[in-house]
């Protein structure tokens, strides 16, 4: 299992550039989510998902969007990059429905916005 | 509301010296989960150990020990004989309700373990 993978690792973008950020997981997880670490906050829940089809906003959706056609994959899309949105993404998964397993993170995307 | 603090931004240690890391949640759920991650220099998030809030046992893995007290709504990890590998990011995290997979994370302990 390649677990929980992430492209591109580093993405430096202009303000007002668009961009999708790929996650992709082969365990068969239900549960995905994207958050993002900046430094002195931890780490900070922007959209979630509980399967195929469904996604529901976290802390700080604003600026994203993500949407969940398979349950492999869960892009998280920036309409608009702003200087505000340089970041690292990270991308995690876990089982759902009622069980509760650790979530398995992906090795990050550091975004930078100019 | 929920919510990590982590009031230790930065612990500075001698290699083996014990080190305990505070955790303190709010939730008013009365089921939730509380999680202890890694982060290496590499970047990565390592999982260390997930618990539940009916479950107050304290736990040891190896050099790794964890106290959660609920009447403190404390969930601190101690490492025993710390070791240079050691350092890294510590973030408590904790999820509130039944399914514990929307994870609220503290601003994280940095580490230092010097030889």
């Known amino acids: 299992n390649a677990g929980v993978t992430q492209t591109p690792k580093f993405q430096v973008l202009k303000t007002g550039q668009s961009m999708t950020l790929q996650c992709a997981q082969d365990m068969n997880h239900e549960y995905m989510s994207w958050y993002r670490q900046d430094p002195g906050m931890g780490l900070r829940l922007i959209h979630y998902s509980v399967g195929a089809g469904i996604t529901d906003q976290g802390e700080v959706p604003n600026g994203y969007n993500v949407s969940r056609s398979t349950t492999e994959d869960f892009p998280l899309r920036l309409l608009s990059a702003a200087p505000s949105q340089t970041s690292v993404y990270f991308c995690?998964?876990?089982?759902?429905?009622?069980?509760?397993?650790?979530?398995?993170f992906g090795p990050g995307t550091r975004l930078t916005v100019t | 509301a929920q919510k990590v603090t982590q009031a230790q931004t930065e612990i500075s240690v001698v290699e083996k010296e014990d080190v305990t890391l505070d955790c303190v949640y709010e939730t008013r759920d009365t089921t939730y989960y509380l999680f202890w991650y890694k982060q290496p220099p590499s970047g990565e998030l390592v999982f260390l150990i997930r618990?539940?809030?009916?479950?107050?046992q304290n736990e040891i893995s190896g050099r790794y020990s964890w106290n959660f007290q609920k009447s403190t709504s404390s969930f601190n990890f101690t490492i025993t004989a710390s070791q240079v590998v050691d350092s890294a990011v510590y973030f408590c995290a904790l999820s509130p309700g039944v399914y514990g997979n929307k994870l609220v994370f503290g601003a994280g302990t940095i580490l230092r373990v010097k030889s």
């Open positions: 618990r539940n809030s009916f479950d107050e």
């Open positions: 995690a998964s876990s089982y759902g429905a009622g069980r509760s397993y650790e979530q398995y």
